[in-house]
Structure formats: structure tokens, C-alpha cells
């Protein structure tokens, strides 16, 4: 990039930083460990080529922050935040905020351009990255249109289970969980009963993942989170929880959910309202009750398959970290 121009350093400085700088890994170990339990042998260029997973991340987390209009990640200036302040910092013409959106779009494109380069200069076999790709190319197909849904979601107002499911399941399930272990499946050739009992595992599992994300984005504490608390509740998102809320409440309610939902303006007092009454509804218990059940399915579905030992260990330790998590 500095080739290019040095006036290119922050981008790559951002990049690096916001790959780097934290976040849980959970995509690429889910391939990694996806691929060692259908007996895939640990290499460099292994693990080098599902790093290609947490570029991916970063471009769908770089573009969700711009459309949420989120001022953090991790604690951290969101990147169209970074840019913004950037611009205003050197006295630069023009829109400040404008150029910060701009940036953010431009450098999430990049992270997607990089995961597919990385895939493919990581030095595997082509006839494994081959296998491989579909399962890849439909990862990313899956987490963008689910991602649509969810703004298309939070427009219409619909405030139903199902989609609120349906949001999940591609924005976070398949994507976080399911797919990642079948592209790790693919690289190392994996019979079809394996690729069965991943899917089995994977997508009630990712389910659960964003089922404690939207408990997180109510109830998380933001020093654990790196997010304001009740983040998700200003922002409007129309998750099982709320849907939940909606579906056992009455008109007060109701009217009171829906008048805080999506108002950016939204006061601690507000938010601690708004939690009191997903408490009452019982909707919270509701939530916490399907994470169990969901997360017991997936590990009853790794008892169906011979994986290799270690991997089926570390499959389950992941599976109770990602939905028992605290950030």
C-alpha cells in the first residue's frame, strides 16, 4: 500500500489495529477445529488460509458499525468514527462525517478483498481450496443478505419470532458457526456424514451465539462489552428477545417497548425501563431457556459422528464459550 501512497499508512494502521486488536476468533477456530476433527492435519498454510475468516469478520463488523451508526467496537472508536475525527483533527474540506463513512466503506470492502486473496495465497492445495469454496462463497453471500434482512427488519417494524429467527439464522448462525466448520470440513476432504453432524452442531449452536449477543446487547456490562449499554435497544434491532417481550406483554407495554425501540436518544433511565420490562415479561428467561436447549442439541450432534478426539473436545469448549460468554 505504501507503494501506492504513504498517505495509505492509516488505512493499513486502522486495518491492522481493528484485526488485531481484539475480538474472539470464533469463525476461524470453528474451521480450524472443523478441519482437525474430520482428520485434517495441522499446517501453517492451514491456518493461514482460515485467517482469510477474520477478514471477513472485520468487513461485516466495519460495515455493521457504519449502519448502526455505532460510535464504538471493543472500546474503540467504530472505524467511520476514526476517520470522521481523523478529518476534523487535520482541518480537511468538506463533511467530516462524510468522509468517515466513506472511509469505513471503503476499508470493509478491502477486508473483503483481502479474505478472498489470503484464501488463496495461503499456500494450499488448489484442489482443497477448491473444495472449499463454495462453502466460503456462500458464508459471505449468507452474512450480507442476512445483514440486509435485519435492516429490512428494523424498517418494516416487524416484530415477530419468526423473523426475528430467520435474521438470526443468517446473520449470525450459519455464518458464525455452521459454515466456518464445513469450509474447514471441505479443506480436509470430510466424508458426508461429518459434514451432516456439523451442520446438526452448527446452526442450532450459531442460533445460541445470537441469542446471548442480543442478551449482551441489552444487559452486557460496557466495560466487558466495549459497547454502550443498551446499545441495541437505541439502535431499533428487532431480536428474538424483544420479539419475545412484544409477543407476552400487553398494549402499555408494548407501547412502551416500542416508543424506546430505535430512539437514539435513549437515557440510562429509558434503557433500565425497557429492561424491567423484558424481565416481567418473562422474556429473558424465555431467551436464557432456548440458549440451553439450542446448545444441547448441537453437542448431542457431536456425539453422532467419529471426530477426531481432541477436536470433539475443543468443539465443546467452544460451544460453551460462545454462548456463556460476557462480551
Known sequence: MTDVDDALVPVAEAIEAFVLGGGKR????????????AGGVDTDPVVTALAALEFVQASALIHDDLMDRSDTRRGEPAIHRRFATRHRSAG?????????????????????VWSDELLHSAGLDPRAVARARPDFDEMRTEVT???YLDVLTQATGDT??????????????????????????????APAD??????????????????????????????????????????????????????????????????????????????A?????IVATGALARTEQRIVTLTDAALAAL???????EARQALVDLAIAATRRAD
Open 92 to 112: 480537511w474540506g468538506g463533511d467530516p462525517d462524510g468522509f468517515g463513512d466513506a472511509a469505513a466503506i471503503l476499508l470493509g470492502d478491502l477486508c473483503l
Open 194 to 271: 461429518v459434514r451432516i453432524a456439523y451442520s446438526a452442531y452448527g446452526l442450532p449452536l450459531g442460533e445460541a451465539f445470537q441469542l446471548r449477543d442480543d442478551v449482551l446487547g441489552v444487559f452486557g456490562d460496557p466495560a466487558q462489552t466495549g459497547k454502550p449499554a443498551g446499545d441495541d435497544l437505541r439502535e431499533g434491532k428487532r431480536t428474538y428477545l424483544v420479539a419475545a417481550a412484544l409477543e407476552a406483554t400487553d398494549e402499555a407495554g408494548r407501547a412502551l417497548l416500542l416508543g424506546g425501540l430505535g430512539d437514539a436518544d435513549l437515557d440510562a433511565n429509558g434503557v
Open 303 to 309: 456425539t453422532a459422528v467419529d471426530l477426531e478426539t
Open 160 to 189: 415477530s419470532v419468526e423473523r426475528a429467527g430467520k435474521v438470526a439464522r443468517y446473520k449470525s448462525a450459519k455464518y458464525t458457526v455452521e459454515r466456518p466448520l464445513l469450509v474447514g470440513a471441505a479443506l480436509a476432504d
Open 145 to 147: 443478505v442476512g445483514q
Open 26 to 37: 470464533l469463525r476461524p477456530a470453528f474451521a480450524y477445529w472443523g478441519y482437525r476433527g
Open 273 to 277: 425501563r425497557l429492561r424491567e420490562l
